[in-house]
Structure formats: structure tokens, C-alpha cells
Antibody, heavy 124, light 113 residues
Framework: EAQLVESGGGWVQPGGSLKLSCAAS????????MHWVRQAPGKGLEWIGRIRGKGNNYATEYPASVRGRFTISRDDSKNTAYLQMNRLIAEDTAIYYC???????????????WGRGTLVTVSS | DIVMTQSPDSLALSLGERATINCKSSQSVLDSSDNKNYLAWYQQRPGQPPKLLISWASTRASGVPDRFSGSGSGTDFTLTIRSLQTEDVAIYYC?????????FGQGTKVEFK
């Protein structure tokens, strides 16, 4: 069964950093683009970036809201994707989900696999 | 970037009633090269991650009951729940994946009257 499990969330002060992990199993991780999506408390879903597979040079893309502060990486040997978050602000408080169009490295694909998320709280 | 706008923001219905949720994109998500609409719908029950319901505007994901259907093309789309069941209480999101930066609508909350 395909599965994604996020970890690494917690409390961090404004201006701090945090690195989230997303462990994948049950599908071809190395051939899949991996995405991160967040959801602030009581709010909707916000796509915050993706990384493609080796065949597409691990290309990354981010929305303006996090570009320059957030970095996505992956380790195919560990079937794990990462989200490095720097210069965190209160507005980054959210549940962070990793997701994938399992088996697809296309730029233009839906998300049929989601983790349960990990909560990040940015507060002094 | 493409902006997705859903209506209404919330919907209160009785058991067995039809639910209709609309989604409008700021530009067309229909690719003329393959005649596909790059539009998905997700369901998020309380305390749960989102779940894919429909891709390509009208293709139900595996295991999704046939009371859920998607329609529309170009910039205007609709998710219909034919006969509302208790387990359908959730927030529903549309999403475009036509652009290299995918985007979600703001969500529509479906609850019982």
C-alpha cells in the first residue's frame, strides 16, 4: 500500500528554522514528483512547492509566498523528501502535508497520495 | 498564476439532497493538445488529510462512490453529490494542475441543515 509519513514538526520561534521529512513507501518514489502543501488553522490548502525526480534533474518550483525561504530536497536512497524552512514567521503556522501523484514525475498531475501531515507552530 | 474561486463558501443540506459546488478558474485549464481539463476535486473530512475524488474534471478516483460526479470545461467546473450522505460532511476543494504552480480553490464546506 502506498504511504507517505511526515515528521519533524513542532514549535519554533519567529526567525527560526525547521526541517520536515516525508518518508514514502509502496510506490516508485524515485520516479515521482513530490509536493508540499500546507493548511493554516481553519484555512484552506496552499501548495508550497515540489521537487521532480532524477530524470528531470530534481527541478524545484515554489510559489512567491515561500520562495527564498523554503527549500525542498530528496534522498532517493532513503525514499524521503524534505522541506527546509528558514526565517519562519507566524503566518507559516500550519499543518504541512507531503503529497504525490504516485508514480508520476509530470509537471501537470493531480495529487492522489497524501500524508497525514505534521503541525508547525511559529510563536514566541 | 491561475486563481481558483469556489462558490458557495458553505452549503447546508438535508440527508439525501443534491449538493452542487462550483469552481471557476481565472484562465482556461483545458489543454487543446490533448483536450483534457487539468482540474481535480478533493474531499477533506474533519481532522483528515485531503482525499482525491476526481481528476481530469470528471474521472472518479478509485473507490469513490458514483454519487460524486464532476463536470465542466475551460474555466467553469462543478462537483455534484447526487444524494448527500452523513459521511459526505466535509470541505471540498478544486485544484488546477494546468500550471507548473498548482493552485487550490478556497474550499466549500458541506454540512447538514
Amino acid at each position: 500500500e502506498a504511504q507517505l509519513v511526515e515528521s519533524g514538526g513542532g514549535w519554533v520561534q519567529p526567525g527560526g528554522s525547521l526541517k520536515l521529512s516525508c518518508a514514502a513507501s509502496g510506490f516508485s518514489f524515485s520516479g515521482s514528483a513530490m509536493h508540499w502543501v500546507r493548511q493554516a488553522p481553519g484555512k484552506g490548502l496552499e501548495w508550497i512547492g515540489r521537487i521532480r525526480g532524477k530524470g528531470n534533474n530534481y527541478a524545484t518550483e515554489y510559489p512567491a509566498s515561500v520562495r527564498g525561504r523554503f527549500t525542498i530536497s530528496r534522498d532517493d536512497s532513503k525514499n524521503t523528501a524534505y522541506l527546509q524552512m528558514n526565517r519562519l514567521i507566524a503566518e507559516d503556522t500550519a499543518i504541512y502535508y507531503c503529497s504525490s501523484g504516485s508514480g508520476s514525475d509530470s509537471l501537470y498531475w493531480y495529487f492522489d497520495l497524501w500524508g497525514r501531515g505534521t503541525l508547525v507552530t511559529v510563536s514566541s | 498564476d491561475i486563481v481558483m474561486t469556489q462558490s458557495p463558501d458553505s452549503l447546508a443540506l438535508s440527508l439525501g439532497e443534491r449538493a452542487t459546488i462550483n469552481c471557476k478558474s481565472s484562465q482556461s485549464v483545458l489543454d487543446s493538445s490533448d483536450n483534457k481539463n487539468y482540474l481535480a476535486w478533493y474531499q477533506q473530512r474533519p481532522g483528515q488529510p485531503p482525499k482525491l475524488l476526481i481528476s481530469w474534471a470528471s474521472t472518479r478516483a478509485s473507490g469513490v462512490p458514483d454519487r460524486f460526479s464532476g463536470s465542466g470545461s475551460g474555466t467553469d467546473f462543478t462537483l455534484t453529490i447526487r444524494s448527500l450522505q452523513t459521511e459526505d460532511v466535509a470541505i471540498y476543494y478544486c485544484q488546477q494542475y494546468y500550471n507548473i504552480r498548482p493552485a487550490f480553490g478556497q474550499g466549500t464546506k458541506v454540512e447538514f441543515k
